[in-house]
């Protein structure tokens, strides 16, 4: 795993407070990849979820257990650690109340814990041919981190072709507005898991965020999802 979180701090900072999303440039290599693909189809899982049965979509995922395996821990650990910073500053500014993010990721899934959300939540995701996935929030109980990451695992138009990232931003009274945002293989894209705060004359409002995945065209996209709060 490279240091581009710690390269990256403070810009990734600044752009997720201003904009409520960011990509990371790249966080594992080749090898790391292909092992959590390897994986998918082998380790152990908490849970197999088919998106179509909940018409969430089109296309598969899988929860992992804790322990988590090694790599997807430390990721989630350090991804933590560059992004409180970003979080403690939205909570403030979208009136997060009883949202208290400590210095290190033990001590917040504590709280999740204390709070009766003891599952983990950090999952592989799986699309084939012409799967997709519906515009959505990843909530899993009341308290939750206002940031997620998804690293994408397969090689664009090598492994796969379509299956574009894509976020829209809902504002009240307002049309939606989309992004498509590009992923390397093994880069990691950081995003709003609900609001991000907008800049008003009367202090700050929300603007709700939803994240999906266009229609994969051809081949096998697979992701790592990792959301920092554990689920009820
Ligand atoms: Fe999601």
């Not at 390269?7 to 960011?22: P, Y």
């Not at 208290?100 to 599952?119: E, S, V």
């Amino acid at each position: 795993m490279n240091d581009f979180l710690e390269i990256q701090k403070s810009n990734l900072t600044d752009a997720l407070v201003e904009h409520g999303f960011a990509t990371t440039g790249r966080l594992l290599d080749d090898e790391q990849c292909q092992l959590l693909i390897a994986g998918y189809e082998t380790a152990e899982y908490r849970n197999h979820i088919k998106m179509a049965r909940y018409n969430f979509g089109r296309g598969e995922y899988k929860y992992f257990s804790y322990p988590l395996p090694p790599l997807v821990q430390d990721l989630r650990m350090r991804l933590y650690d560059r992004l409180v910073p970003a979080a403690r500053i939205w909570a403030e500014r979208l009136n997060m109340n009883n949202h208290y993010f400590p210095a290190n990721h033990i001590d917040f899934l504590k709280t999740c814990h204390d709070g009766g959300q003891m599952r983990p939540t950090p999952l592989i995701l799986k699309y084939g041919p012409e799967d997709y996935n519906c515009l959505h929030q990843d909530l899993y109980g009341a308290l939750y981190f206002p940031f997620q990451a998804v690293i994408l695992l397969s090689e664009p138009e090598v492994d796969f072709s379509g299956g574009e990232f894509i976020i829209t931003e809902t504002r009240p009274r307002m049309q939606s507005r989309a992004h498509v945002i590009p992923l390397k293989k093994g880069e990691a894209a950081i995003f709003a898991v609900n609001y991000r705060p907008r800049k008003t004359v009367k202090g700050y409002s929300r603007t709700s965020l939803r994240h999906g995945v266009s229609k994969v065209r051809t081949g096998n996209r697979y992701t790592l999802g990792i959301i920092l709060h554990d689920a009820k």
